[in-house]
């Protein structure tokens, strides 16, 4: 090849190769261009509705493009995973993601779509939100290595409420279940107010539930509360220690982020992550978490992807373990 010929190859290849870059570029800073939709697989007004909308105007501001929350119920969340598996890879399509997706990747045998591998992991927002192991006051057990003691003195025995089959009340027991190595007698209802109804009136002995929803029973006294599943303990009930401490290995929390179709440009998943935590370290955003009884959790979408797929393994490892099958 002539010298001249050759450095028209080498400039042209060099050009070729720079062209993905550009329009990767080009195609983050000209990202936003029209309304952004966010879908989010429970009602408005719950918690996983209160931080789509929370993250969505912040990313409206941010991005000068509305990102409309669009609430799409049913299935547990599984509509809405469909919908944006579905969608076009254009960035235009979020998921508000939850710890229930992936309890639910394992749970539904007939999905449509595969949620590790059909839903990209942009940027998480938190992590270890709490539930609470909270018993009747007249169940003779205050604390979590009496519990362990009773259960294995009385196996099956123990009645375990739950909002029903494969919620995360019976999700995170049956975890609880396994490492401790005790049986309980899971009593799934209808909703997750008729099984702490009956708690409180006697007819079953604990229940693994979200602290919002037991927290003025706790205090009021018409529940005792033994541990929280996150691992570190909560500010809300600080005198209250975590399972973890007495059970190695053991963490049961909700989270919450943002994910899109697979194959969403990286640009564009960059830099949504890039303005996400960027929210997230917000003073007026934090405040707003603190007030919401949640920290913020930040990563990258390489980090989140790990995540995700380190909580899909663990869930479905103890719904294949428990032999649990959705209604």
């Given at each position: 090849?002539?010298l001249?010929?050759?450095?028209?190859?080498?400039h042209?290849?060099?050009?070729a190769?720079?062209?993905p870059l550009?329009?990767?570029?080009?195609l983050?800073?000209?990202?936003?261009?029209?309304?952004?939709?966010?879908i989010v697989?429970?009602?408005?007004?719950?918690v996983?509705?209160?931080?789509?909308?929370?993250i969505?105007?912040?990313?409206?501001?941010?991005?000068?493009?509305?990102?409309?929350?669009?609430?799409?119920?049913?299935?547990?969340g599984?509509l809405?995973?469909?919908?944006?598996?579905?969608?076009?890879a254009?960035?235009?399509?979020?998921l508000?993601?939850?710890?229930?997706?992936?309890i639910?990747a394992t749970?539904?045998?007939?999905l449509?779509?595969?949620f590790?591998?059909?839903?990209?992991?942009?940027?998480?927002s938190?992590r270890?939100?709490?539930?609470v192991?909270v018993?009747?006051?007249?169940f003779p057990?205050?604390?979590?290595p009496?519990?362990?003691?009773?259960a294995?003195?009385?196996?099956?025995k123990?009645?375990?409420?739950?909002?029903g089959?494969?919620?995360?009340?019976?999700i995170?027991g049956?975890l609880?279940?396994?490492?401790?190595?005790v049986?309980?007698?899971?009593v799934?209802?209808?909703?997750?107010?008729?099984?702490?109804?009956d708690?409180?009136?006697g007819?079953?002995q604990?229940?693994?539930d979200?602290?919002?929803?037991?927290?003025?029973?706790?205090?009021?006294?018409?529940?005792?509360?033994?541990?929280v599943?996150?691992?570190?303990?909560?500010?809300?009930?600080?005198?209250?220690?975590?399972?973890?401490?007495f059970?190695?290995g053991?963490?049961?929390?909700?989270?919450?982020?943002i994910?899109?179709?697979?194959?969403t440009?990286a640009?564009?998943i960059?830099?949504?992550n890039?303005?996400?935590?960027?929210?997230?370290a917000?003073?007026k955003?934090m405040a707003?978490f603190?007030?919401?009884?949640?920290?913020p959790?930040?990563t990258t979408?390489?980090?989140?992807?790990?995540?995700?797929?380190?909580?899909?393994?663990?869930?479905?490892?103890?719904?294949?373990?428990?032999?649990?099958?959705?209604?």
């Amino acid at each position: 090849m002539k010298l001249s010929h050759r450095r028209e190859f080498l400039h042209l290849a060099a050009s070729a190769a720079a062209l993905p870059l550009v329009s990767q570029s080009a195609l983050a800073q000209a990202y936003p261009n029209r309304p952004v939709r966010l879908i989010v697989g429970f009602a408005a007004g719950g918690v996983v509705d209160v931080f789509a909308r929370l993250i969505g105007q912040w990313l409206s501001e941010r991005l000068g493009q509305q990102f409309v929350v669009e609430n799409r119920t049913g299935a547990a969340g599984n509509l809405a995973t469909e919908a944006v598996a579905k969608a076009p890879a254009d960035g235009y399509t979020l998921l508000q993601m939850v710890n229930v997706q992936a309890i639910n990747a394992t749970l539904y045998e007939k999905l449509t779509f595969n949620f590790l591998a059909d839903i990209a992991p942009v940027a998480s927002s938190y992590r270890g939100s709490s539930s609470v192991v909270v018993v009747n006051p007249n169940f003779p057990v205050k604390t979590i290595p009496e519990l362990i003691a009773y259960a294995k003195a009385n196996p099956g025995k123990v009645t375990m409420a739950s909002a029903g089959i494969g919620s995360g009340q019976h999700i995170y027991g049956e975890l609880f279940k396994m490492l401790a190595g005790v049986d309980l007698l899971h009593v799934p209802y209808r909703s997750a107010p008729q099984a702490l109804t009956d708690l409180i009136g006697g007819q079953v002995q604990i229940i693994f539930d979200p602290l919002a929803n037991v927290l003025e029973n706790v205090k009021a006294g018409k529940l005792r509360a033994l541990a929280v599943t996150s691992v570190k303990r909560s500010a809300l009930l600080p005198n209250v220690p975590s399972v973890s401490e007495f059970v190695r290995g053991y963490e049961a929390s909700g989270w919450q982020g943002i994910g899109a179709p697979k194959n969403t440009p990286a640009a564009v998943i960059t830099r949504l992550n890039r303005e996400i935590n960027a929210g997230l370290a917000d003073p007026k955003i934090m405040a707003r978490f603190a007030e919401l009884g949640y920290e913020p959790y930040t990563t990258t979408p390489a980090e989140f992807s790990k995540f995700v797929a380190d909580e899909t393994e663990k869930w479905g490892r103890v719904i294949r373990t428990a032999n649990i099958k959705a209604e």
